[in-house]
């Protein structure tokens, strides 16, 4: 169901909201027009940072004479720079047992990739020579860089605060009812797999430019490549001693954020401190290098679970018990990650008697955190990976198993027992959508027949369901002001990564407001322009955002009625409204325009007694739950037995996100998650050898889909909005990386049925297939 894009000129005000309005944002894109971090000219000192080389490592000693001495190089730094300056150096990290984090690694590393030093050049070539220049003697440490491994009573201590290598243990759910369920059960199966590690391998590297003020002594101004400007400013600030009026911080155009810009990166912070101790501008851009050692990580889990079956198909409970590394250093989101596993593990199904238990252990890699979908990805391949060895257990459909233990809509909300209560759905709708699409019972004939000619394709489902609008708790800033010209100016704290969200804000002001579209300026991540904010992360930016401007724009327009009303000389009450105009009930040649109205606003004079000049609101949303937006994905596969190789005939994609602002922006949102759900499931893992060294850390060796990888993606969607905000909009920039992964593993699983295979382990690559066929 591919929708168009259209003109919104269109369209009235009033019809914007739910039309695929072309994007906004895209010929500047497109163009070249762009603004990225690493493209702002600041005329000062480029930063590169002196990495280790080591996963474990004790450090002897740092000779900074050779870098120091190279022409071009202004400064070089170290740990005890940093301590001795007037900087706390606070910085912002996971909750769990931890050590302080320090910028520059004072005496051990603790991961390959860990900042030592810091070089501060005239050119950014000079200072990457002369950050390699600085020279560090190591007393090599024993690393482990498998998370049971690093449970074990002669692994190696990473971090005394945590000697048995363990910084969090949680668990969820009830224990007692599942050890209950697993006792009177007529089966229980067992399930085992790992989560694959991957990078999240944005287009565009980390980047931060630092610049003092001249006219302002101790104010300092950032463009950083970041999710949340808001959250970097009380970052910089908390770290430079500064209050946050001090500190000013704008996200230029974001080349990709995925959750791996959620973090205050020791580039960002010492970007920020040299040019706060040097008095100069700094700019400091990862290479791609940096970015595979030293953003954060994401996915990899140890899952081993009990599950308790009755004969009939019916799913009584399950124990899971997972281990999970945080790398290195607990950063943020790194203890909170993890635990979505445990509060997402019922998936779409009604187990009573479900619990999760959660070790978060150290080992010597890169530290892991959120990546587009942020623990939802492996809630879903847990639960659908556990569905598809169930069926196989029972001999039973594993479309049917689903039908049997899938929540049904009156059901809603429903408590999971697990943390979480589901808002609303209609899982079986999505899949019935989805399974008529693929024509199931043909493909099941055809299977049979395909088999016969000893050729072996598959059919992977995938029925997920995900949590999106973190709240309560953590609202979002909006403010619409519409100005004397007509012409509306909207401010948001989320931040725009090359989402769309200036074109979906636009299309709620406007149809609000009944203004044109292309009146309405949005102006997004930037702190001198909103005051307040939280972020891009967790598909909240409409349910959220889009919520706070919604009821900004209504309250101008109540205060546009009220002065509308006093001019037309009549009661607010008997003021209509519609598509821009102001009109007394039963006498519309009687009426002011908003543009009219706003003019008006200008003039204290002209006003009510009551009314304050300007027409413009703050306004601010606090969801009190999150959304949960759910769906079906069924893969339809291929597998040449002889040389393993994966043929992805079909995919099929229905997901139900609510209310959609902009379909064909929603249609977009799913292909690019699928396709990086694709790469998970098939290419992507960050592999460590046994000293802690990363192998494969380039886009040479480390792959990612490309086009021709990719299959044609048919979309649909079914419409269920969510109660928990004004929109009823769910979410939807993380549904296609949630989805992918199990619906692909579980097309090839049933692909190779026929030689006994039962379990595959991402990624799914050619010789991993044709060892898994041949030692069956």
């Given at each position: 169901m591919t929708q168009e894009m259209q003109q919104a000129e269109d369209f009235r005000p009033s019809?914007?909201?739910?039309t695929s309005v072309q994007r906004r944002e895209d010929p500047r894109l497109v163009s070249g027009e762009a603004e990225y971090t690493d493209d702002v000219q600041h005329g000062g000192l480029f930063l590169a940072l002196c990495r280790s080389r080591y996963g474990h490592a004790r450090i002897e000693e740092v000779d900074t004479s050779d870098a120091a001495a190279m022409p071009g190089v202004e400064a070089v730094y170290t740990a005890?720079?940093?301590?001795?300056?007037?900087?706390?150096?606070?910085?912002?990290?996971?909750?769990?047992?931890?050590?302080?984090?320090?910028?520059?690694?004072?005496?051990t590393v603790t991961f390959q990739g860990q900042p030592i030093a810091a070089v501060l050049a005239d050119d950014r070539y000079t200072a990457t020579e002369a950050a390699e220049a600085v020279d560090v003697s190591y007393e090599r440490l024993p690393a482990v860089v498998d998370p049971e491994a690093a449970l074990g009573d002669d692994a190696p201590t990473i971090h005394d605060v945590a000697p048995d290598n363990v910084t969090f243990e949680w668990d969820t759910g009830d224990a007692d009812a599942a050890d209950a369920a697993l006792a009177d059960a007529d089966r229980v199966v067992d399930v085992e797999f790992t989560i694959n590690r991957v990078v999240p391998t944005a287009m565009e590297p980390r980047s931060a430019v630092a610049e003092p003020d001249p006219d302002d002594d101790g104010h300092l101004s950032l463009a950083v490549s970041v999710q949340n400007p808001h959250q970097m400013r009380e970052d910089v600030a908390a770290f430079l001693g500064?209050?946050?009026?001090?500190?000013?911080?704008r996200s230029p155009d974001v080349g990709g954020g995925f959750?791996?810009?959620?973090?205050?990166?020791?580039?960002?912070?010492?970007?920020?401190?040299?040019?706060?101790?040097?008095?100069q501008p700094v700019k400091w851009t990862a290479t791609r290098t940096e970015e595979f050692l030293?953003?954060?990580?994401?996915?990899?889990?140890?899952?081993?679970?009990?599950v308790a079956v009755s004969d009939e198909g019916n799913i009584r409970g399950f124990r899971a018990d997972t281990v999970a590394p945080v790398g290195g250093v607990l950063v943020s989101g790194g203890d909170v990650v993890p635990k979505n596993l445990g509060l997402m593990g019922n998936g779409q199904y009604d187990i009573p008697g479900a619990y999760v238990d959660v070790t978060g252990v150290y080992t010597n890699t890169t530290p892991l955190s959120a990546y587009r979908g942020a623990g939802r990805p492996e809630a879903t391949y847990f639960t659908e990976r556990l569905i598809r060895t169930v069926a196989a257990d029972l001999e039973m459909d594993p479309v049917e198993l689903r039908r049997r233990n899938q929540l049904r809509p009156e059901q809603f909300p429903f408590e999971t027992g697990l943390g979480r209560t589901y808002d609303s759905g209609d899982y079986e709708r999505t899949m019935d959508v989805a399974l008529a699409?693929?024509?199931y019972e043909a493909f099941r004939e055809r299977q049979a027949r395909l088999r016969e000619e000893d050729r072996y394709v598959g059919i992977g489902v995938s029925a997920y369901v995900e949590a999106c609008g973190v709240g309560p708790g953590i609202e979002e800033f909006g403010a619409v002001e519409v100005q004397p010209s007509g012409e509306v100016l909207v401010r948001s704290g989320t931040a725009e990564i090359g989402t769309g969200h200036a074109t979906g804000y636009a299309q709620i002001v406007a149809r609000e407001l009944g203004v044109p579209f292309e009146d309405v300026e949005v102006r997004l991540g930037d702190t001198s322009e909103t005051e307040e904010g939280t972020g891009t992360f967790g598909s909240r930016a409409m349910a959220v955002g889009g919520s706070a401007l919604k009821e900004g724009a209504e309250a101008v327009r109540e205060k546009a009625r009220e002065i509308a009303a006093h001019h037309l000389e009549a009661s607010p009450e008997d003021i209509a409204f519609e598509d821009g105009e102001f009109a007394i009930r039963g006498a519309p040649d009687r009426s002011l325009s908003m543009a009219e109205v706003a003019e008006l606003a200008a003039d204290p004079e002209t006003l009510p007694a009551d009314v304050d000049p300007g027409l413009d609101a703050t306004a601010s949303y606090d969801p009190p739950n999150y959304t949960f937006p759910f769906g079906t994905h069924v893969a339809i596969v291929e597998v040449d037995p002889d040389t393993g190789e994966i043929q992805i005939e079909r995919y099929v994609a229905v997901d139900d996100v609510g209310a959609q602002i902009n379909p064909t922006i929603v249609e977009g949102q799913v292909h690019g998650g699928i396709v990086q759900g694709l790469g998970q499931a098939l290419y992507e893992e960050a592999d460590y050898d046994d000293n802690g060294t990363l192998v494969g850390g380039s886009l040479q060796d480390y792959a990612v889909p490309r086009a021709h990888h990719v299959p044609e993606i048919e979309w649909d969607s079914t419409v269920t909005e969510s109660p928990h905000n004004p929109l009823g909009v769910k979410g939807v920039g993380e549904a296609g990386t949630i989805a992918a992964p199990p619906a692909i593993v579980n097309a090839v699983v049933d692909a190779l049925e026929p030689f006994g295979v039962r379990s595959l382990e991402m990624p799914l690559t050619q010789e991993r297939i044709w060892r898994a066929i041949h030692e069956s």
């Open positions: 019809d914007l909201v739910g005890d720079d940093v301590a001795a300056s007037d900087a706390p150096g606070s910085i912002r990290g996971g909750s769990g047992a931890a050590p302080d984090q320090t910028l520059l690694a004072e005496e500064l209050s946050e009026d001090r500190v000013d911080v959750g791996g810009k959620l973090q205050p990166y020791p580039g960002y912070l010492a970007a920020a401190w040299a040019a706060h101790e040097f008095g030293s953003m954060v990580h994401s996915r990899e889990h140890v899952v081993s679970a009990e699409k693929i024509d």
